[in-house]
């Protein structure tokens, strides 16, 4: 059987030029999945990962309707809005609108924080068709007055399981009570936990589901190992592994912005060029490093979850987790920033003792055991003590539990409550 082509899908001949100007010829999964459903006007349950062409799956026939219905941009009051959790990837997405539409006439703006508002302000004053933003600011120039959705007439949710992770659902639900009950919806998603699900149920109406992304879809396309290091010896092992001129384009995750900014004053120290991004770093200072980066003038990144769904770098050799994600979905995002559209590549991890749960956690989301390099395997010791520890006692019977201690004290209440996990809701 013969694979699709864009000519197949019905979309018009400027966005066929556009598509062909692009290089591309065969549509991906998604893509010939979602298209036809989205020309029909249905809502849409996408459950797919960044770099499987997810944006043109969603801005090409939004593209072919706005031709199909030409109308004049009314000020303030956009046709369509895509939300975004991350500034980088409302700024892909409105590119990706640019090109696609290079051969349509429409008008868009991105609004995202960290930038002055003005310029943003202006483009909504006189009036555009499409409008990619980040929750944050969208709800700050609503207050305003800046910008109105009661004329909205397709709403997309990109990476709506990011928005949630980096705690945007108040936000979500203020501007989803704003959007008119007569509306097409689409809502994509790498993953789709419970949260996630009951989300999509209050926002679409009937949709269509179109599922091409198991998280271990991109997994199997990358070799992973993991090392296990001491929390203290992590950032000399790191100059050591970058020592390997293998490592032409490195993309390493920290689980904090301060742990971040530490490893580039380390790599710095040692002489390895290196710079960060994260939610504390000033839009231009973020779109300054990743131009750099993606020029091939930048060996090394250093970045907090903010860039595993965001980032679109291509040819990222190695991605390194300096820290182990708390959430094991998070690693296949981070990981798959060097397997993209379909190509291999390597995924090195640090796991000190602390991080052995987290490890055990994203081996059972991807059902496999990640490799150990570079010395002893500790997991080896962990199964013969939970042999030993499921043996007959000889007939004493189970051993007693240890009485736990609250505030120094020996005594009840129950055990102490976990500590709170922080928010990631960064300057986004």
Request: hydrophobic share 40%; charged share 25%; with cysteine.
């Amino acid at each position: 059987m013969n694979p699709i082509s864009f000519s197949d899908l019905q979309l018009i001949e400027p966005i066929q030029r556009a598509v062909a100007a692009e290089g591309y010829t065969v549509p991906t999964p998604i893509q010939a999945a979602a298209i036809p459903h989205l020309l029909a006007g249905r809502d849409l349950l996408g459950c797919a990962q960044t770099g499987t062409g997810k944006t043109a799956a969603f801005a090409l026939p939004l593209l072919q309707w706005l031709d199909n219905d030409r109308r004049a941009a009314v000020p303030k009051a956009p046709r369509i809005l895509v939300l975004s959790p991350t500034r980088e990837l409302a700024g892909q997405i409105a590119a990706s609108f640019q090109t696609y539409g290079r051969n349509i006439r429409f008008r868009q703006t991105v609004v995202y924080g960290g930038v002055g508002q003005m310029p943003q302000v202006r483009d909504l004053s006189r009036g555009v068709h499409v409008v990619v933003a980040t929750p944050g600011r969208l709800l700050d120039l609503m207050g305003q007055g800046h910008v109105r959705l009661d004329q909205l007439e397709v709403f997309v949710l990109d990476e709506a399981d990011r928005m949630l992770d980096l705690g945007f659902l108040p936000d979500l639900r203020e501007i989803i009570a704003k959007l008119p009950k007569k509306r097409q919806s689409l809502f994509f998603s790498a993953t789709m936990p419970e949260k996630v699900g009951r989300l999509a149920s209050s926002l679409l109406d009937n949709p269509v589901r179109v599922d091409v992304s198991p998280p271990t879809l991109t997994v199997d396309l990358i070799e992973q190992r993991v090392r296990f290091v001491n929390q203290g010896d992590k950032r000399e092992v790191l100059c050591d592994v970058l020592k390997d001129a293998a490592l032409r384009r490195v993309l390493v995750f920290t689980r904090t912005k301060h742990g971040a900014d530490a490893v580039v004053k380390h790599l710095s120290r040692r002489g390895i060029q290196a710079d960060c991004i994260h939610g504390n770093k000033s839009q231009s200072a973020r779109e300054r490093v990743l131009g750099v980066f993606r020029a091939g003038k930048l060996r090394v990144l250093v970045a907090t979850d903010l860039a595993a769904r965001g980032l679109d770098v291509e040819s990222i050799s190695h991605v390194i987790n300096f820290d182990l994600p708390n959430e094991p979905e998070s690693y296949v995002h981070r990981i798959g920033r060097t397997g993209r559209a379909g190509a291999g590549g390597f995924a090195l991890s640090f796991c000190d003792g602390s991080e052995r749960q987290h490890l055990r956690a994203i081996e059972k989301l991807i059902q496999r055991t990640i490799q150990s390099e570079g010395g002893p395997d500790p997991r080896k010791h962990e199964k013969t003590e939970r042999h030993e520890k499921a043996a007959p006692s000889g007939g004493r019977g189970p051993a007693k539990k240890r009485p736990y201690f609250v505030g120094g004290h020996r005594g009840g209440g129950g055990p102490a409550r976990p500590k709170a996990r922080r928010r990631q809701r960064q300057a986004v």
